[in-house]
C-alpha cells in the first residue's frame, strides 16, 4: 500500500466531508430539514449510501446519520513517520468520500443547483431508471462490457477524442466527470463536436470529481436491480460489481486529494484505477480483480504518435480490468455468417488462391506474452490479393499471435482448429484443411468488394475476441505471401506441429475411460461425429484426445465432448456403448454403431477434412492409404478428390475410412485388421514424411523391410500393376487372414 496515496486519499476524505457538513448545515437551515431530497427520475434514493446501508434518504434530515455512519469511517489523518499505510483505513476512506459526495449533489437538487449548466452547457447528472435498465440488461447479457470512468482532462482534445473512439469501439459506455484546473474533458469533447449524451454511450455527470460517485450510484443500482441484491448487504453489492460489471476509471490529468480519495471509493467497488501521470501502483490484493491502481503516464507510452498512445491506454485500461472486448459485427466488405460456411468458390469466379495441388499454405497459432502483442494489429508482408493475376496460385502464411491472462500452450491447437470454421463464414472466401495442408480460395466478387487479406486478421479476431474471450485476450495476425519467407515459417510451424503430435505419446486407450468427440465439422457433414482417442487423432489431424480434452476445459458446452466408454461390447472390434449411444445422438440418429477399431465393421465416419483415406483393396488383401496432398491416380480407381466425393460428407462407409496421417503411427492402427501389415499401397509423400517413424512401426510389427514393400504411385496407379510388385516383393497381405 502506497503511504503517499493513503494520506492524500484520507486527507481528501476529510476535506469533502467537512464540505458536506457544512453543506448540510446551511441547506438545513435555508430550507428546512423535512425539505425533500431526491435524483432525478430514479427510485433508489441516494443509491451508494442505500446500496451500502439500506438506508432510505428522502429529506435533509435523513442525512444526519449518513454523515454520522460517514465520519466514523474516517481514520485519522496520518502525521507521524512511523505511521504504516494500511488498504482498509484508505478504503474505509473512500467510502466515507462516497457518502460525503453523493450527500452534497443531493443537497444541490434540493438547493435547485442541478442539474449544472456550464458554458451553456447542460450536464446529464445521474443516469436515470429507463436508462440504467436498458444499459443494465445489456450488460448482464454481454452485449456491452462495463463502463469507463474518465475524470480529468486529456493531454489534448486530439487525445480525448481517440480515448473516447477508442472505448465506443470496445463497446465501452463511458462516464465523464471532473476537471484539472477548470477544464474538463467534456469541454475538449464538446470543442471538437462529439455529441454526447445516452444515444452515444458517453454521459457527461458533471464538471467536477463530486459528480464521479453518479456512476458508483449506478453500479449499486444496477446490482440491486440485476443482481438481486438487497439494499444493506454491501457485501455482495461489491462481490457482484468486482465480477460483474466490468468498470474502471481513468483519471486524466493530475490527481488531486479529492481524486484520491474518490478513487478509494471506485476500489472498494472492485473497480481498478488508471491515472495517465506518474502515481504510485497499488497491486493486486484481491479486492479488484488484478491491480487495484496502476499509473500509466502518458508520454511514456510506447507509440508514434499521440493518437497511437490514446489507443495504447485504453488498451492497456481493458487488460487492467480483465475486461472482454466483443466484437458486434465483423468488420469486413462482404457479408459474414454461417450461411457462407459450405460455400464453394469455382474456378470461373477464382480470384486468387493459397495452397492446395502443389501449393504452399499454412496457419499457425503461437501463444505469446501480454507485451508482445498488440491487439488487433494486423499486418500483410508481400503481395495482396489485388496485386496478383487473376487465377494466381500464391504462398500465404496465416500467423496469430494470442496472448491472455488464462491462455495455457495446450489450447493452441485447439484456437488454431477455430481458423478453418472463423474464414469459412466469409462470403467469397473458401477454407479447406488446416495446417500445413490449409488451402484458401478468394472469389473475384470478394475481392471486387474490397476484400483484402488484411480482412483475414478482422476475421479471427472478432471471433476469437468473442468465442474465446475468457481465455484470449490480444490477437495479432500477420499474412505473409513471401515465398521465401512462408518456407521459412512452415519449416518452423511444422516442428510445433510435431511436437503436438508427439506430446499424446505414451497415452494409451485403454488407460483412459473417457474418449472425446468433435462434431466441429457439422456445418459441413451434418452427420458426423469424430470420436478421438489417445491412440487415435481426429482424423483432419489437427486434434487429438489432449487437445479435445482442452477444448472442453475452454467451453463446456463446445464442440468437443467427453464421451464416457461405457459398458464394453467387444474389445477386440473397439465397440462400446457409451460410444455408440453418443454417436446415435449425435448423428441425426443416422450411426448406429462405432467401432473404433476395425476398417470394416461400423467404421468412423469421415467429413471433408481429412488428411488421408484407406480404401480396401479386394485384390491384394490389403488397404490402400493416399494423402490429401497426392493427386495421382491409384488402384481403387479413384483419386483423393473422387474419393472425397464418395465418402467426404459423413457417411460410413465399411472398408473406406479417412483418417490423420498421424494414425499410420498408432499402434492402434485397424487393428483388426492386422495392422500396418495391411498397408499394400501408400502415397509417396507419406512414405517420406513419416519416414523413420514408419520404419520403427514396421519393425516393431516383425516386418522391417515392409515399406519397401508397399507400392506407391510412382510404381503402380492400378490394380494390375500392384499385385506382381506385391508378389515380388513378397508383401505379407495376400497371405493374411482375408479382408473380406
Ligand atoms: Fe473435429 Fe473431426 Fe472435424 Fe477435425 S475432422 S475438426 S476432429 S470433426
Ligand atoms: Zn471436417
Known amino acids: 500500500m502506497s503511504r503517499f496515496i493513503a494520506t492524500s486519499a484520507i486527507q481528501g476524505a476529510h476535506a469533502v466531508f467537512n464540505e458536506a457538513e457544512q453543506l448540510l448545515a446551511q441547506a438545513m437551515e435555508k430550507l428546512g430539514p423535512d425539505t425533500p431530497v431526491a435524483f432525478p427520475n430514479t427510485a433508489y434514493y441516494l443509491p451508494v449510501i442505500y446500496s451500502f446501508t439500506g438506508h432510505k434518504v428522502e429529506r435533509l434530515k435523513d442525512m444526519a446519520w449518513p454523515l454520522e455512519h460517514a465520519r466514523a469511517l474516517l481514520p485519522p489523518v496520518p502525521q507521524d513517520n512511523l505511521w504504516l499505510p494500511y488498504l482498509g483505513e484508505t478504503l474505509d476512506s473512500g467510502v466515507a468520500t462516497l457518502f460525503a459526495e453523493e450527500m452534497i449533489e443531493g443537497i444541490r437538487f434540493a438547493l435547485g443547483e442541478q442539474p449544472e449548466v456550464r458554458n451553456g452547457f447542460t450536464y446529464n447528472g445521474p443516469i436515470d431508471d429507463v436508462q440504467m435498465r436498458s444499459w443494465g440488461i445489456q450488460m448482464v447479457d454481454g452485449r456491452m462490457p462495463g463502463f469507463a470512468a474518465l475524470v480529468g482532462v486529456a493531454k489534448s482534445n486530439e487525445v480525448a477524442v481517440k480515448i473516447v473512439r477508442e472505448l465506443q469501439s470496445k463497446g465501452q459506455l463511458i462516464f465523464l466527470c471532473g476537471n484539472v484546473n477548470g477544464r474538463s474533458i467534456v469541454d475538449q469533447l464538446l470543442e471538437e463536436g462529439v455529441e454526447l449524451g445516452y444515444d452515444t454511450f458517453t454521459v457527461p455527470f458533471g464538471s467536477d470529481t463530486i459528480s464521479a460517485v453518479y456512476a458508483l450510484g449506478y453500479a449499486a443500482r444496477a446490482a440491486i436491480s440485476f443482481g438481486n441484491v438487497a439494499p444493506g448487504d454491501f457485501r455482495q453489492i461489491l462481490l457482484y460489481n468486482k465480477f460483474r460489471c466490468f468498470a474502471f476509471v481513468l483519471a486524466l490529468g493530475q490527481v488531486d486529494d479529492l481524486k484520491y480519495a474518490t478513487a478509494a471509493g471506485a476500489i472498494s467497488y472492485g473497480f481498478p484505477v488508471m491515472a495517465d501521470t506518474v502515481i504510485p501502483n497499488i497491486l493486486p490484493t484481491g479486492i479488484t480483480q488484478y491491480e487495484h491502481v496502476i499509473s500509466l503516464p502518458f508520454d511514456d507510452i510506447p507509440g508514434k504518435d499521440d493518437l497511437e498512445r490514446a489507443e495504447r491506454l485504453v488498451q492497456r485500461c481493458i487488460e487492467v480490468r480483465g475486461i472482454k472486448v466483443k466484437i458486434a459485427k465483423v468488420p469486413i466488405p462482404v457479408a459474414y455468417g454461417p450461411a457462407f460456411e459450405g460455400e464453394v468458390v469455382r474456378r470461373d469466379n477464382l480470384q486468387a488462391e493459397f495452397g492446395g495441388k502443389g501449393g504452399l499454405c499454412f496457419e499457425w497459432l503461437t501463444m505469446k506474452d501480454m507485451d508482445e502483442v498488440e491487439d488487433g494489429k494486423f499486418t500483410v508482408v508481400g503481395g495482396d490479393l489485388d496485386a496478383f493475376e487473376e ?22 491447437p485447439v484456437l488454431e482448429r477455430q481458423i478453418h470454421h472463423f474464414i469459412n463464414g466469409a462470403e467469397g472466401i473458401q477454407h479447406i484443411g488446416q495446417r500445413d495442408i490449409a488451402w484458401l480460395r478468394f472469389s473475384k ?46 519449416e518452423q510451424a511444422r516442428v510445433v506441429y510435431q511436437e503436438r503430435n508427439v506430446r499424446i505419446a505414451g497415452l494409451t486407450d485403454e488407460a483412459v475411460d473417457t474418449y472425446y468427440s468433435c462434431t466441429l465439422c457439422q456445418s459441413f457433414a451434418p452427420n458426423h461425429v469424430c470420436i478421438i482417442n489417445p491412440e ?5 489431424g489437427a486434434y487429438n484426445w489432449l487437445d479435445c480434452r482442452a477444448a472442453f476445459e475452454i467451453s463446456p458446452r463446445g464442440p468437443n465432448q467427453p464421451v464416457p466408454k461405457g459398458k464394453v461390447i467387444d474389445e477386440r472390434l473397439g465397440e462400446w456403448e457409451g460410444v455408440n449411444q453418443f454417436v446415435y445422438e449425435h448423428s441425426g440418429m443416422n450411426v448406429e454403431r462405432f467401432t473404433i477399431y476395425s476398417l470394416m465393421d461400423s467404421p468412423m465416419t469421415t467429413c471433408g477434412c481429412c488428411e488421408c483415406v484407406m480404401v480396401i483393396i479386394p485384390e491384394a488383401n490389403g488397404v490402400m492409404i493416399i494423402s490429401r496432398d497426392d493427386y495421382s491416380m491409384t488402384p481403387c480407381g479413384m483419386t483423393f478428390t473422387t ?8 457417411m460410413q462407409t465399411p472398408g473406406m475410412m479417412g483418417h490423420g496421417k498421424y494414425y499410420l503411427l498408432s499402434k492402434q492402427f485397424i487393428p483388426v485388421q492386422g495392422g500396418i501389415k495391411r498397408v499394400v499401397w501408400m502415397s509417396q509423400n507419406l512414405k517420406e514424411e513419416l519416414g523413420e517413424e514408419l520404419k520403427e512401426i514396421c519393425a516393431a510389427a516383425g516386418e522391417p523391410d515392409l515399406l519397401d514393400k508397399i507400392a506407391d504411385a510412382s510404381i503402380a496407379t492400378t490394380v494390375e500393376e500392384l499385385l506382381p510388385f506385391l508378389e515380388e516383393k513378397g508383401h505379407p497381405a495376400p497371405s493374411m487372414e482375408s479382408l473380406i
Open 391 to 412: 487465377g494466381a496460385k500464391v504462398p500465404l502464411g496465416i500467423v496469430v499471435e494470442v496472448s491472455g491472462r488464462k491462455m495455457q500452450k495446450d489450447f493452441e
Open 536 to 540: 487415435r487423432v481426429g482424423l483432419c
Open 643 to 650: 474419393l472425397m466425393g464418395t465418402v467426404g460428407g459423413g
Open 445 to 490: 466478387s470478394a475481392v471486387a468488394k474490397g476484400f483484402r487479406l488484411k480482412h483475414l486478421g478482422d476475421i479471427l479476431h472478432a471471433n476469437f475476441h468473442n468465442q474465446f474471450g475468457a481465455i484470449v485476450d490480444k490477437i495479432q495476425v500477420t499474412l505473409h505471401t513471401d515465398k521465401a519467407k512462408v518456407q521459412e515459417l512452415i
